[in-house]
């Protein structure tokens, strides 16, 4: 179910965040500081409990808007009830942290304060970012009440991170980091809230690949796998099973993604071809090497013995295998890194390699391509369609790719 009254290009995007009590508390005043900062309109409500975390002053900052609590709620001095307002105005709704009391309330189609009676009265999707005790977290009344309110298609939610936490337990129950918060709204501002790819099977490859010629040098490329981990956050929220097979990262692997780093190509190829029968998209987004040396030392050369010249040898062509083993019911998606022409190349790999569509992608452009957390493109599939993406971000992109395979 989705918002009666999406956003338009003629007004910002309006996110309701609704804070809970409890220490976690103190990490919504990040999400809801960049919200503003990215132009997006906010309005918080927070909970009795929660004003013993952050006071509503501190949001009202933030947000640049006064923060609303059960006074105001209990109090007559809007032309309309508080919480319809408010639930008519949202078109998203995040609630951070989600305790269990709040949990239960929504599970049971409880009504009690501001929080539940602002949820019942809206239609927007709903994003939860539980935080929580490990033991609390794991009871198991928690846990059924967590999985029966996600089969309702307005939650949306992010499972909760393991480490330390206020209680000094080390363990399940932490709540998920701002930035993922924030890549989760975005997707869901993007989509609405559909789930068009509930069911679905996405294998993704990201990053370079390292082809050694001793422990300590390689032949590889400056791919950071920011793309593939733009595509496997935006295929997740869009309610995929995403496996993400990566090279070196220094990004966080995003809750729900079942990761498999490797290093080489053939490392690489071995993965992607285990995990390609049971999949129904598969992404190749990696800068895979071409060539790797043809020799190995186990040991660190000498420089005095390094080669003057370096024997090369091909390395396995893994999209050409793909595209050759993929059955009808699958869909092959490659990216075509490129100077100047794009489109030639592309659609040259698009065909030869049996894609069903392929990404164009210009990295002789300013802030696009590699290392970059925006990026520009040409789409292009099998039935002749075109798209041209202007520089956005890569998590936008990323819908923008979704949207072009199912339209």
């Not at 990004?251 to 490797?262: D, K, M, N, R, T």
């Not at 599939?381 to 990323?398: D, E, F, H, R």
């Amino acid at each position: 179910m989705v918002n009666s009254q999406p956003p338009t290009e003629n007004r910002k995007s309006r996110v309701l965040v609704a804070v809970g009590g409890g220490i976690a508390a103190y990490k919504v005043c990040e999400v809801v500081s960049s919200l503003f900062k990215t132009g997006v309109e906010v309005r918080v409500l927070m909970t009795r409990s929660a004003q013993q975390f952050v006071t509503p002053l501190t949001l009202a900052t933030l947000s640049r808007h006064p923060a609303y609590t059960d006074d105001d709620f209990w109090q007559p001095t809007h032309s309309r009830p508080l919480h319809i307002e408010l639930g008519e105005w949202a078109d998203l709704m995040v609630i951070a942290p989600l305790t269990a009391n709040t949990l239960a309330k929504l599970t049971h189609g409880m009504a009690d304060n501001l929080l539940t009676n602002t949820v019942l009265a809206s239609t927007c999707p709903v994003l939860l970012a539980p935080a929580m005790n490990t033991d609390m977290w794991e009871q198991l009344t928690v846990q059924r009440n967590w999985q029966q309110l996600l089969t309702d298609s307005r939650y949306h939610g992010i499972g909760t991170a393991s480490g330390l936490l206020a209680c000094d337990r080390v363990g399940a129950g932490r709540m998920a980091e701002p930035p993922e918060i924030l890549t989760y709204i975005q997707s869901l501002l993007h989509t609405q809230g559909k789930r068009d790819l509930a069911l679905k099977r996405v294998l993704i490859s990201a990053g370079g690949t390292q082809e050694y010629l001793d422990p300590v040098r390689y032949i590889g490329n400056p791919s950071t796998g920011k793309m593939g981990l733009a595509l496997a956050q935006a295929a997740l929220h869009r309610g995929a099973q995403v496996t993400l097979v990566h090279g070196a990262a220094n990004w966080e692997v995003p809750l729900g993604v079942q990761a498999i780093p490797i290093i080489s190509a053939e490392e690489m190829q071995q993965v992607m071809l285990e995990y390609l029968p049971n999949a129904d998209i598969i992404i190749m987004s990696a800068a895979v090497a071409d060539v790797k040396p043809k020799d190995y030392s186990i040991e660190k050369l000498p420089k005095r013995s390094l080669p003057q010249s370096l024997p090369l040898e091909p390395v396995p062509d893994i999209v050409a295998q793909l595209g050759q083993l993929k059955q009808p019911h699958q869909r092959l998606i490659g990216f075509a890194a490129q100077t100047g022409d794009i489109v030639t190349p592309a659609k040259e790999k698009l065909y030869s390699k049996k894609l069903d569509a392929i990404v164009a992608n210009p990295i002789d452009k300013p802030d696009s391509g590699f290392g970059s957390d925006n990026n520009q493109a040409i789409f292009l599939n099998t039935q002749g369609q075109q798209q041209v993406i202007a520089p956005c971000s890569k998590l936008q992109m990323a819908h923008y790719l979704f949207d072009f395979i199912f339209k």
